[in-house]
């Protein structure tokens, strides 16, 4: 008998949960604002329910997954959570989770808050690796863990509710700069007689062979400083900004992307010189007020 699921919201991504749940056997009533987009779910067997609070009354496991906090709030509003497992896989900050956390629980509901490391073509395809982090109530994810494992994989990361938004916001904070580095490279080359395509493989691969470093850094910040000999001091790479600078302006291309790590990476080792800095893994440190 597999768990019944009401799940809030049928926009891109709660469409592809709930064809997830609907092709594992999971009994699932669904709701969204626009009544619309549920219909060609009910005739995948989904129940549709009239009002969130009619969906929520249907089953103990409630599922939102809305356009942001504000949303999830309204969409609540009126709905009685009393005993009930309220997963929030809607996108927000880590002070918004932990807010919803404490709402849920003033309602007397448990709390688990997802934040999805996948774009709806991945949910249903265990292949493409997509995963969900989750934080908040461990007996809510232990209980329903293998429900919550149908649409897409499962990283609990601790009990504050808002470390899977944490969690989630790091890891594409980090996407974003490699974006800004991409963008960068790509102009670089723009105006050249270089086939983007033929040079893209070798972008990628570069990416790919840096990001171990990442575990350097992780090691570094673990042990308080540089664990073994540092391969590219900050002094060295510092060194080396006028080739970068001087390549941007010689190729037209504006410095705006590289131009703020620049300036971070000269204020560690100006920082070093008055004593410590020296590892490119300090900079973590200077980022913090
Ligand atoms: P969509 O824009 O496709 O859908 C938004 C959903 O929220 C719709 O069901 C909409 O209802 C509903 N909604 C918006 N405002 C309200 C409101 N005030 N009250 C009730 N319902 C409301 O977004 P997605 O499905 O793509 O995203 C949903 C969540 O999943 C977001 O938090 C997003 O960040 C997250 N996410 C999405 C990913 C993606 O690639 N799509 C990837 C990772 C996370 P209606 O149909 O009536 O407009």
Not at 15 to 39: E, K, S
Not at 146 to 171: K, M, R, S, W
Not at 192 to 208: R, T, Y
Not at 261 to 268: K, P, T
Request: net charge negative; proline share 6%.
């Amino acid at each position: 008998e597999k768990t019944p699921v009401t799940l809030l919201g049928l926009g891109a991504m709660g469409a592809a949960l709930a064809r997830a749940w609907l092709a594992a056997g999971h009994p699932l009533t669904v709701w969204n604002r626009t009544p619309a987009r549920a219909t060609a779910l009910t005739a995948d067997g989904a129940r549709a329910a009239r009002t969130a609070a009619e969906a929520v009354a249907a089953n103990p496991l409630i599922v939102v997954c809305l356009l942001d906090d504000a949303s999830v709030g309204e969409a609540l509003d009126g709905a009685d959570l009393a005993g009930k497992d309220l997963v929030d896989l809607t996108t927000g900050t880590p002070a918004q989770a932990r807010a919803r956390a404490e709402w849920a629980h003033e309602r007397g509901a448990r709390y688990l808050d997802g934040g999805i490391m996948a774009i709806p073509p991945m949910i249903g395809v265990p292949e493409a690796g997509g995963y969900v982090f989750y934080s908040g109530s461990r007996d809510l994810f232990a209980q329903h863990q293998q429900t919550l494992a149908v649409p897409a994989g499962t990283t609990y990361v601790g009990e504050n509710a808002g470390f899977a938004a944490l969690y989630d916001v790091a890891l594409l904070s980090a996407m974003y700069g490699m974006f800004a580095g991409v963008t960068h490279a790509f102009a670089l080359i723009r105006e050249e007689d270089i086939d983007p395509v033929s040079f893209a493989p070798l972008l990628a691969d570069w990416l790919v062979a840096m990001a171990p470093a990442v575990h350097q850094t992780a090691e570094h910040l673990r042990a308080g400083g540089p664990t073994e000999e540092d391969v590219s001091s900050l002094a060295m790479q510092v060194a080396g900004i006028p080739t970068f600078l001087g390549t941007a302006e010689q190729q037209g291309v504006s410095p705006e992307l590289l131009s703020p790590y620049f300036a971070l990476m000269r204020r560690g080792l100006t920082e070093s010189e008055s004593g410590g800095k020296e590892s490119p893994t300090d900079l973590v440190d200077l980022l913090l007020h």
